[in-house]
């Protein structure tokens, strides 16, 4: 297959994990006789640097002629602490979603079982959990009205959801769950909000569809908690913006590191892949950030395309770098590897998996690479 790759780095680490993504869609690349061609472009703070712009023109044009977007992170200091800057790194994110279409963001959230004691939570709470969250990504309070009074003391966002918007990422999580345990639970807040009710009455109606899914319902508040308390009862969660974006990064903690979480938007036409962390300026230049989120939202697009068996070898390579510990500080902290060296061993047991009985327990770690 062939495929052309927007690379949208971003800033603070994002430059650093994303280039070890394209290192094993390379390795894939090679394996399994595929071409990659990988543009890069500007987004984030270092587009304002350099454009005045979040998301240049020329950027956005690349990932609508692209096949798909691979993307780090954006943010930067000088913004963040700064509220009233009118313009910012998040607005390029927020544009580039609404213009290709990506209503659909979906996250995955396991529990690897060589990692049940870097969580902060008990292993008999997370053992077991695999779930994937589905949030509306282009609708809600995100996106709706903001209205600020003339003094400045009273403000306003509008969370407004059309049938339309529900429908169709509702649909996408419903297969979704038919491809895994059945069951999909909708988070909202139906009790007190009627964006949340239109949202459970589209639902039930779709859910007709799909007799072989079960469904149930949570209001946010207890979902936060179950997600604490039992992870592994949840299979696909479907939840509108703003909640989703609460629940995933709240779900984040359950693996032991937010640099394991991977993350794909899709739309009908377009599709985009990054990690769910954010920039992490303190790290930048450290060789410190995990890139394993980073390598897994690579993982996703090659799924996305149906390479199935690419995919699969992304995760194995994965997993066996968290088996042998071979991990950034925030999972290894007695004798890590870089975030660089992470990236070498994935694209080593790509390329060589079969060795991986024999030579890896010889690794040198200073080289990453099987000897």
Known sequence: ???????????GIGP??????????????????????????????????????????????????????????IGDPKYDNDPSAPVRPEQGLLRLRKELGLYANIRPVKAYDTLLEKSPLKRNIIEGTDISIYRELTGGIYFGKKQLNEAGTVASDLC??????????????????????????????????????????????????YPDVDLDFLFVDNA??????????????LTENMFGDIISDEASVIGG?????????????????????????????????????????AAMLLEHFDLLEESQAIKNAVEKALE??????????????????????????????????????NIHVGQSTII
Not at 224 to 237: E, G, H, R, T, Y
Request: glycine share 4%; net charge negative; proline share 4%.
């Open 160 to 209: 407004e959801y059309s049938k339309e918007e529900i429908e169709r990422i509702t649909r996408l999580a419903f297969k979704a769950a038919q491809k895994r345990r059945n069951k999909l639970t909708l988070v909202d807040k139906a009790n007190v909000l009627e964006s949340s009710r239109l949202w459970r009455k589209v639902v039930t109606e779709i859910s007709k569809e």
């Open 224 to 237: 936060a908690m179950q997600m604490i308390l039992n992870p592994s009862q949840f299979d696909v969660i």
């Open 16 to 73: 650093e994990v994303t280039a070890q993504a394209v290192k094993a869609l390379e390795a894939i690349a090679h394996s399994f006789d595929h071409t990659f061609t990988f543009k890069d472009a500007l987004v984030g703070a270092i587009a304002i640097d350099k454009t005045g712009n979040p998301l240049p023109e020329e950027t956005l044009q690349l990932c609508a002629d692209t096949d798909a977007v691979l993307f780090g992170a």
């Open 324 to 361: 042998l510990n071979l991990t950034t500080p925030d999972l290894n902290s007695i004798n890590p590897l870089t975030t660089e060296k992470v990236g070498d061993f994935i694209y080593d047991y790509i390329l060589n998996p079969e060795d991986s009985n024999i030579n890896f327990e």
């Open 257 to 297: 590191s937010i640099g394991l979480l991977a993350s794909a938007s899709v739309g009908d036409t377009c599709c985009m892949f990054e990690p769910i962390h954010g920039s992490y300026p303190q790290a930048t230049g450290k060789g410190i950030a995990n890139p394993i989120a980073a390598i897994l939202s």
């Open 1 to 11: 297959m062939k495929l052309e790759i927007a690379v949208l780095s971003g800033d």
